[in-house]
């Protein structure tokens, strides 16, 4: 098969077709997702949540990423990957931003590395580019900032941080980004800045008009069963199935029904 790069991400959005993108976090659903022909995985800091049982992102670490991001690696065959650089691993430091991504790109074997911000994360994004690693940038509602923000409401309704969300697009494009992540924002501003833009912009809540559409698999799978922003779609209703298939087997086990003549050596 062949693999899916910048280049093919790039030439998807020249062409218009639209770029699928989930998150992923383990080996066996990344076999799913890829033999079902997605483009991008993510291992995203989500992971804190969906998998760590974090109230946010903040606490995940560089070991814990890589060690979800090695085993992505290992079951995707065409699909690019990318891991998200977490809290406290780049933010300030060029130096430290570029070490963190070399660790990432040596340790799990992923293509390239997502880190949140826009013109404060700008030189970090040129000295990691400058090494060879992609980078891919996160702006909107930026979870690891979310203590300066207070809520995870809708981001730049007001005019003055939608002006300052499109300088931002376009500084981290000119930075080197090879694609950006816009999180729950107008459709209108998402809009825009797929327009401007030379590179992929890829949605979560920003609308239909930006170049593709990435959800976090727990979410689109209805894993978690709290969680109802509108922006999500949910294509399986798996709470429910997986709790009725556990309960199911819980009364086999008590009723002496599992394991039977047939199952047993
Ligand atoms: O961590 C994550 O899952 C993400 C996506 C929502 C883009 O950053
Ligand atoms: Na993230």
Not at 23 to 34: G, H, L, Q, R
Not at 57 to 82: D, H, K, N, Y
Not at 115 to 144: D, K, Y
Request: glycine share 8%; proline share 3%.
């Amino acid at each position: 098969v062949k693999r899916v790069t910048t280049h093919t991400l790039q030439k998807m959005k020249e062409r218009g077709e639209k770029i699928s993108m989930l998150t992923a976090y383990d080996f066996s659903f990344t076999k799913i997702f890829d033999e079902a022909g997605i483009d991008i995985l993510l291992i995203g800091d989500s992971a804190s949540n969906v998998i760590a049982g974090h109230e946010t992102t903040l606490p995940i670490t560089l070991e814990q990423m890589i060690f979800l991001a090695s085993s992505v690696v290992r079951g995707a065959q065409r699909c690019f990957v990318i891991c998200d650089l977490p809290f406290g691993t780049y933010q300030g430091n060029s130096k430290e931003a570029l070490n963190s991504s070399i660790k990432i790109m040596k340790e799990s074997g992923a293509h390239a590395v997502k880190l949140e911000g826009g013109t404060e994360v700008c030189e970090s994004i040129a000295r990691i580019v400058s090494s060879g690693i992609p980078v891919m940038a996160h702006l909107g509602l930026t979870p690891q900032s979310i203590y300066q923000f207070g809520t995870y409401n809708v981001r730049a309704k007001e005019d003055a941080e939608a002006e300052l969300l499109l300088k931002n697009a376009h500084a981290v494009q000119e930075a080197g980004a090879f694609a950006l992540v816009l999180e729950k924002i107008p459709a209108a501003l998402g809009k825009r800045v797929a327009e401007e833009l030379k590179i992929p912009v890829i949605g979560i809540g920003a609308g239909m008009h930006v170049d593709g559409q990435v959800l976090v698999m727990h979410d689109m799978l209805g894993i978690t069963k709290d969680f109802s922003p509108r922006f999500l779609r949910r294509y399986l209703e798996l709470y429910d199935a997986i709790k009725g298939a556990t309960a199911q087997y819980i009364a086999d086990v008590k009723a002496k029904d599992f394991p039977n003549d047939k199952e047993q050596y």
